[in-house]
């Protein structure tokens, strides 16, 4: 059974920094490419950065120049690492993992982020 778990969320003051991690887990995710969404209250849940198996990366523009994600395959982990953080990044962060082998990605619990101004 794939699953997902992200971290690393909390409270930090706007022009900050936070690195969230997700671990995963189950068969066939060393293929996965992995991705970071997140949700604001009242809002629809968006995209923010996604890696590869090969690395290839791609981002959000809203992000795209204060986020840097990144994944080790061996330690099944990937990484976003947020500077620069403005009030409007508050938001349940999302870990969603989507392979060729799976009928479904599969979505973390979800972490919080909150930028104070």
């Known amino acids: 059974q794939v699953q997902v778990v992200e971290s690393g969320g909390g409270l930090v003051q706007a022009g900050g920094s936070l690195r969230l991690s997700c671990t995963y887990s189950?068969?066939?995710?060393?293929?996965?490419?992995m991705a970071w969404y997140r949700q604001a209250p009242g809002k629809q849940r968006e995209f923010v950065a996604h890696?590869?198996?090969?690395?290839?990366?791609d981002y959000a523009d809203s992000v795209h120049d204060r986020f840097t994600v990144s994944r080790h395959n061996g330690k099944n982990t990937m990484w976003l690492e947020m500077n620069s953080l403005k009030p409007e990044d508050t938001a349940v962060y999302y870990c969603?993992?989507?392979?060729?082998?799976?009928?479904?990605?599969?979505w973390g619990q979800g972490t919080q982020v909150t930028v104070s101004s």
């Open positions: 969603k993992l989507s392979s060729q082998w799976l009928t479904r990605p599969v």
């Open positions: 189950g068969a066939s995710v060393a293929t996965a490419t």
């Open positions: 890696v590869t198996s090969g690395g290839t990366t």
